[in-house]
């Protein structure tokens, strides 16, 4: 039948509601954002502006190493956990068998047609530092993503660096996609979506992490 219908009372529509509208966080004081670009003290200039060859485990300890001295502990741009943790890395090239650095990964990120060197961190079986560094015009390795996280999963395609993270739902996982940002010289996020996880259909575990406390 066509025409108008009553469908009854859908209930009342309420606007959100702002919870602690006075409170607001200190901004970060100098040095204390993660997002910000820095070059990596203490590591010899890069010849031919190329990161093959360069040793990812020295690049990774200089970072934290001069990280931590600016943290004072707070955690705020590294984990207090990590300069004990790269105490395992020997003198080899990969930092020998306990060493928790990720192998690394060579990929332009910048679109300047030299690669960027991707790495991460293990902190311990769930919680990882993601690094990402370029070589500067004038050789000098800077660090241009710092990202601390349960890495499910990382991905990089074209310019583009996804992170992929469980949440608190089983069957979903955040990714958080990165794109260089030439103005502020970082990798900025670009856009954070939810995702299936693999294997959420099929009844199995859908998230590796899912089951790790």
């Known amino acids: 039948m066509d025409g ?22 200190d901004p970060p004081g100098p040095g204390q954002n993660p997002g910000t670009a820095a070059v990596v003290p203490g590591l010899p200039k890069v010849a031919g502006l190329s990161m093959r060859g360069v040793n990812a485990v020295e690049v990774v300890r200089a970072d934290i190493t001069a990280a931590t001295a600016q943290d004072e502990g707070t955690g705020r741009l590294v984990d207090p956990r990590a300069v004990q943790r790269l105490a395992l890395c020997t003198q080899a090239v990969d930092g020998g068998p306990d060493c928790p650095v990720r192998p690394p990964v060579l990929h332009d990120v910048t679109g300047d ?8 961190l293990d902190i311990d ?47 979903k ?23 299936e996880c693999p294997g959420a259909k099929s009844g199995a575990t859908p998230c590796s992490s899912a089951s790790r406390g």
Not at 114 to 119: G, K, P, S, W
Not at 173 to 195: C, E, F, H, R
């Open 4 to 25: 108008l219908h009553d469908d009854g009372d859908l209930g009342t529509v309420h606007a959100p509601q702002s919870l602690w509208a006075d409170i607001h966080p």
């Open 113 to 120: 047609g030299r690669e960027e060197l991707i790495t991460a």
């Open 125 to 171: 079986g769930r919680v990882s530092e993601l690094r990402v560094y370029t070589v500067k015009d004038d050789g000098t390795i800077a660090r241009i993503l710092s990202r601390r996280g349960v890495l499910e999963g990382v991905e990089v395609a074209a310019e583009h660096l996804a992170v992929r993270e469980p949440t608190s739902n089983p069957e």
């Open 173 to 195: 996982v955040s990714v958080s996609d990165y794109v260089w940002d030439p103005k502020a010289g970082i990798m900025n996020l670009s856009q954070l979506t939810l995702d």
